[in-house]
């Protein structure tokens, strides 16, 4: 925007995610006079429906399943009488209970902190009179118009609904909805194996339902790599999961006692609860972007450049309703990165190729930068290794038999370029990988750093010594 001064600039952002509320402190730090016009609740989706509870949800299923796993580290429970205590229970109101209170004092901090930073917040939906006035619905009843000379649309997405499968909040559930629920579905069956939906099959598996995952494709989390994904069915299955591959819903009904999902080759699933994680939609529609001038795809996600520009001046657009990467890291760098570029301040524009993700499955996948597709399309010349984490001596020490860890480092150059890791807690164990992506470090600086022994990250290590190229 040329020569800004951000002190006399009034920035007016539609939506309290990840997106929206780091994008403003980032202005409010820059000097902007900040307004945020939420409609949920501060923290968005990521905070109060969707990242922060199913976390929170596997972190109860993770505990439980170790009490499942201790036999095979040679420890069993007893009760004070001495009993062997063969099974733990998930009490499912007091788990919901934890999770609500815990996202409800996590959107608190960010109220928090906006208010301190000096950011007003509306509560309401916000919606483009022009490219510099919005309209605010307060949900009191109120309407306030704020004049802006940026707005960041921050708006998000929301789980798409299929007309063949009506979400009814008791029996057939949407991922927003679990967290009411009052007693552990007897029977889930999940559909959708993305994402999503592994993640919140194998919680509910850990949890002690009876878990079915519908899957459309040829094996679950088809996005993955291929190597992980695999790993990942394996462990459901070998855990008691029933995972059907190629099996498309076309639709869920309720029945007499439960739930009964009918497959589009004719097949039926019976349950007592049905999850449904089949995607999402960008929340878009109805609040006046394409009168402004704002462009947007046939999907209805808002079409934004690395910068977080939209087509109109001075609007920008960061998060899920942009669909670039729908992950909340992602999200509040688009939103920083927005503003940087609105107020006047460097700004460094978006690299999708140094993303670190984490899919929260036990094990979890972990991956960074390009992916093994990318190198077998010749998108990148990079040659692989995957080294098994069974023989890491303290993978043996933790139980842990499933797993690796892979590299991809450019041919003769040895630059690495990306990774994946499928281990428990992988989500901490790719930062040295994301670094060496970052900073094009090679395999060799890699394999020269220590790493403490023993220890899994000697694998990331190990498998770097594996690919030195002797000169
Ligand atoms: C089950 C699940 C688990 C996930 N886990 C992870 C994870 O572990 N790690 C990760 O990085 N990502 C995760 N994600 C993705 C992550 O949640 C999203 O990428 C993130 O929420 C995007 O943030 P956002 O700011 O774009 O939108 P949101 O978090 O959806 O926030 C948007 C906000 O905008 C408000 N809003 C919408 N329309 C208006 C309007 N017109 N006016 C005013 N306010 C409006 C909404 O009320 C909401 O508060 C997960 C997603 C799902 C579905
Ligand atoms: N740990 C994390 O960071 C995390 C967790 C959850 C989601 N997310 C983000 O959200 C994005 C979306 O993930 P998602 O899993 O919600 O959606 P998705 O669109 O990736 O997956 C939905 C799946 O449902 C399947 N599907 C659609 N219709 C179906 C039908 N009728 N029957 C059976 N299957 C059907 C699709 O083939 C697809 O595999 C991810 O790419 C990720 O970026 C991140």
């Not at 291929?226 to 498309?248: C, H, P, Q, W, Y």
């Given at each position: ?7 006399e600039t009034?920035v007016?952002i539609?939506g309290g995610?990840?997106g929206?509320?780091?994008a ?5 730090h ?5 307004t945020?016009?939420?409609?949920d ?6 905070v109060?429906?969707d990242?922060?509870?199913?976390k929170a949800l596997?972190s109860?299923a993770?505990f439980k399943?170790q ?11 007893e ?6 205590v063969?099974e733990?229970v998930?009490?499912v109101?007091?788990?919901?209970r934890?999770?609500?209170a815990?996202?409800a004092?996590?959107?608190r901090?960010?109220g ?5 930073d000096?950011?007003?917040?509306l509560?309401?939906l916000?919606?483009m009179l ?5 309209r605010?619905e307060l949900?009191d009843?109120?309407v306030?118009e704020?004049?802006?000379?940026v707005?960041?649309l921050?708006?998000g997405a929301t789980?798409r609904v299929?007309a063949?499968?009506q979400p009814?909040?008791?029996?057939i559930?949407t991922w927003q909805?679990?967290?009411?629920l ?9 559909v ?6 592994a993640?919140l099959?194998?919680?509910?598996l850990?949890l002690?339902?009876?878990v079915?995952l519908v899957?459309?494709?040829d094996r679950v989390?088809?996005?993955e790599?291929?190597?992980?994904a695999?790993?990942?069915e394996?462990?459901f299955r070998?855990r008691g999961m ?7 819903m076309?639709?869920?009904e309720r ?7 009918r497959?589009?080759d004719?097949?039926?699933v019976e349950g007592?609860h049905?999850l449904?994680?089949?995607g ?7 609040i ?7 462009q947007l795809?046939?999907s209805g996600?808002?079409s934004?450049d690395?910068?977080?520009?939209t087509?109109v001046?001075?609007?920008?657009a ?5 669909g ?6 992602v999200?509040?760098?688009?939103g920083r990165i ?8 460097a700004?460094?524009?978006?690299n999708?190729r ?6 929260f499955?036990?094990p979890?996948i ?17 040659e692989a290794l ?7 001596p303290?993978a043996?020490m933790?139980?842990i038999?499933?797993g690796f860890v892979k590299?991809?480092?450019?041919r003769?150059i040895g630059t690495?370029?990306?990774g994946?890791i499928v281990?428990p807690r992988?989500?901490?164990l790719i930062?040295?990988?994301t ?5 094009g ?5 890699l394999?020269?750093t ?8 000697g ?11 002797p000169?």
């Amino acid at each position: 925007m040329g020569a800004v001064n951000a002190r006399e600039t009034s920035v007016v952002i539609l939506g309290g995610g990840p997106g929206g509320y780091e994008a403003a402190l980032v202005a409010a730090h820059l000097g902007a006079k900040v307004t945020v016009v939420d409609r949920d609740g501060l923290g968005g989706a990521a905070v109060l429906t969707d990242c922060v509870p199913s976390k929170a949800l596997i972190s109860t299923a993770d505990f439980k399943s170790q009490f499942e796993t201790a036999a095979d580290l040679g420890v069993h429970l007893e009760d004070p009488e001495g009993d062997e205590v063969s099974e733990s229970v998930a009490e499912v109101v007091a788990v919901n209970r934890r999770i609500l209170a815990l996202a409800a004092a996590q959107s608190r901090d960010i109220g928090q902190r906006l208010d301190a930073d000096g950011v007003r917040v509306l509560r309401g939906l916000g919606r483009m009179l022009s490219p510099t006035l919005v309209r605010a619905e307060l949900v009191d009843g109120g309407v306030e118009e704020l004049t802006a000379d940026v707005v960041l649309l921050a708006t998000g997405a929301t789980p798409r609904v299929m007309a063949t499968a009506q979400p009814d909040g008791e029996r057939i559930l949407t991922w927003q909805q679990i967290y009411d629920l009052k007693e552990l579905p007897g029977k889930l069956v999940v559909v959708g194996s993305g994402v999503t939906g592994a993640e919140l099959a194998q919680a509910y598996l850990g949890l002690g339902s009876q878990v079915t995952l519908v899957s459309s494709r040829d094996r679950v989390l088809p996005g993955e790599d291929a190597d992980a994904a695999t790993v990942i069915e394996d462990v459901f299955r070998k855990r008691g999961m029933e995972v059907l591959n190629r099996s498309r819903m076309a639709a869920v009904e309720r029945t007499d006692t439960g739930v009964l999902v009918r497959l589009e080759d004719g097949r039926e699933v019976e349950g007592t609860h049905a999850l449904l994680a089949v995607g999402s939609v960008p929340q878009t529609a109805g609040i006046g972007l394409e009168e402004v001038g704002v462009q947007l795809k046939p999907s209805g996600h808002i079409s934004v450049d690395r910068v977080s520009r939209t087509a109109v001046r001075g609007i920008y657009a960061a998060g899920d309703c942009t669909g670039v990467l729908p992950l909340a890291s992602v999200a509040a760098m688009q939103g920083r990165i927005a503003m940087a570029h609105a107020l006047g301040d460097a700004v460094h524009p978006l690299n999708l190729r140094a993303v670190s993700a984490n899919i929260f499955t036990d094990p979890e996948i972990a991956t960074v930068g390009y992916s093994q597709k990318d190198v077998d399309e010749g998108l990148v010349d990079a040659e692989a290794l995957m080294l098994p984490l069974a023989t890491n001596p303290r993978a043996k020490m933790q139980g842990i038999t499933d797993g690796f860890v892979k590299l991809f480092a450019r041919r003769g150059i040895g630059t690495v370029v990306g990774g994946v890791i499928v281990a428990p807690r992988a989500s901490e164990l790719i930062y040295p990988v994301t670094l060496a992506v970052q900073h094009g470090l090679t395999v060799d600086q890699l394999a020269g750093t220590f790493t403490v022994y023993p220890s899994l990250s000697g694998s990331v290590a190990e498998a770097a010594r594996q690919m030195h190229a002797p000169q």
